[in-house]
Each structure stands twice: as C-alpha cells, then as structure tokens.
T-cell receptor, first 115, second 111 residues
Framework: AQSVAQPEDQVNVAEGNPLTVKCTYSVSGNPYLFWYVQYPNRGLQFLLKYITGDNLVKGSYGFEAEFNKSQTSFHLKKPSALVSDSALYFCAVRLNAGNNRKLIWGLGTSLAVNP | GAGVSQSPSNKVTEKGKDVELRCDPISGHTALYWYRQSLGQGLEFLIYFQGNSAPDKSGLPSDRFSAERTGGSVSTLTIQRTQQEDSAVYLC?????????FGPGTRLTVT
C-alpha cells in the first residue's frame, strides 16, 4: 500500500538549534513531494515542494528539504529554529502518474521550539 | 489575490440535522479537495474534484456524506443526519498544478 510516514509525533528543539522533521514514503514511481505547516488556530499553508531537479529545495520561512530517492525520504530542515516555527508539520506525496492529483498525507509532526 | 474561502466558519448543529458547508476556491483552480481534521490530528481525505471528470469519492466515510461542485467553481459538502462523530474541522483546498491552497476551515460541532 502507498503511504507516507512521519515517524516522530513530536520534535522538541531549542531556539537557535538546527531542526529536522522526518518524512519517508512508500509509493511507486517518481512522486512529487510536499511539506505543509499548520500554525495554531490557523489554516494549512504550503511550505515547499520537490517536483524534479536539484534534490535540495528551499521554501518559505527559511525551511528546506532534501529529496533522497534511495532512502525514499524527504526530511524538512532549518539551520536555526525560531520559537515562531512551533507548529504542526505535514508531509504529503502525490503520484507522478496520470491526472490524479490526490495527495497521500502523513499524520503530522508537532514541532516545539523552546526559548 | 483572494484565497480559498469557506463558510460558515463555525457550525453547531443538533444530532440528526443536515448541514451544508460551502467552499469558494481560488478562481481558475481546476482541482478542489475536501478534508476532515479532528482536533490536533492528521488530514482525512474525503472527496476530490478535477475539472469535468467524475469526482473521486473514495474518502467519504458513509452515504450520509455527499458533495457537489457547480460550474467548476463553488463546492458544497452536505452531511445528512449528523452524528457526534462528525464533529471536526472540515477543510477545503484548491489547486492548479502542484501545491494545494487551503481555506480556513469550518468547525462543525454536533451536539
């Protein structure tokens, strides 16, 4: 079955330290990969995506993610965390086949950045 | 420009009543999605519209749930005979090619 895994329900990091939120996937072919963020009491926002090309993609708010095909991973990273980065982060995958644009979603990782 | 809008923002209804939730996607977006999110949880896919194609209804949890998209734009999600387990935030999103843009959601509470 095709799936997306975010192995950590919660990640805690001190402000100023680097952060990583993990995502692995199990889908056929060459998928499109996405990260979304949900701040408290706010809607979901698109953060970044990998479609093709350079494996390292940069997105909003200083976040970046690296596509690793051999490890089927797309981990989200930021060199220096801010308290304001505390939010719920979702990884999602879309199959690169046909015209179906439905996303397969991870269950989310709650990031807490401590001052 | 205008983003995805949803109405109402909050809806409290009695068990057994029908409710309609509305989504106005971003103009020109051909794809529209409905999701459900319980408090602090992940997204549960409900239904997906793509242009004039038949919708993907594979995520609808029961036949009490239905949705339509009129004129390729506005969509309405209808829940008949609401149950307490239907209480959640219902999210709508639209897209053109890749990323989805989400509305603020409708918080449904069934009492």
């Amino acid at each position: 079955a095709q799936s997306v895994a975010q192995p950590e329900d919660q990640v805690n990091v001190a402000e100023g330290n680097p952060l990583t939120v993990k995502c692995t996937y199990s889908v056929s072919g060459n998928p499109y990969l996405f990260w979304y963020v949900q701040y408290p009491n706010r809607g979901l926002q698109f953060l970044l995506k990998y479609i093709t090309g350079d494996n390292l993609v940069k997105g909003s708010y200083g976040f970046e993610a690296e596509f690793n095909k051999s490890q089927t991973s797309f981990h989200l990273k930021k060199p220096s965390a801010l308290v304001s980065d505390s939010a719920l982060y979702f990884c999602a995958v879309r199959l690169n086949a046909g015209n179906n644009r439905k996303l397969i979603w991870g269950l989310g990782t709650s990031l807490a950045v401590n001052p | 420009g205008a983003g995805v809008s949803q109405s109402p923002s909050n809806k409290v209804t009695e068990k057994g009543k029908d409710v309609e939730l509305r989504c106005d996607p971003i103009s020109g977006h051909t794809a529209l999605y409905w999701y459900r999110q319980s408090l602090g949880q992940g997204l549960e896919f409900l239904i997906y519209f793509q242009g004039n194609s038949a919708p993907d209804k594979s995520g609808l949890p029961s036949d009490r749930f239905s949705a339509e998209r009129t004129g390729g734009s506005v969509s309405t999600l209808t829940i008949q005979r609401t149950q307490q387990e239907d209480s959640a935030v219902y999210l709508c999103a639209s897209s053109t090619h890749y990323e989805q843009y989400f509305g603020p959601g409708t918080r449904l509470t069934v009492t």
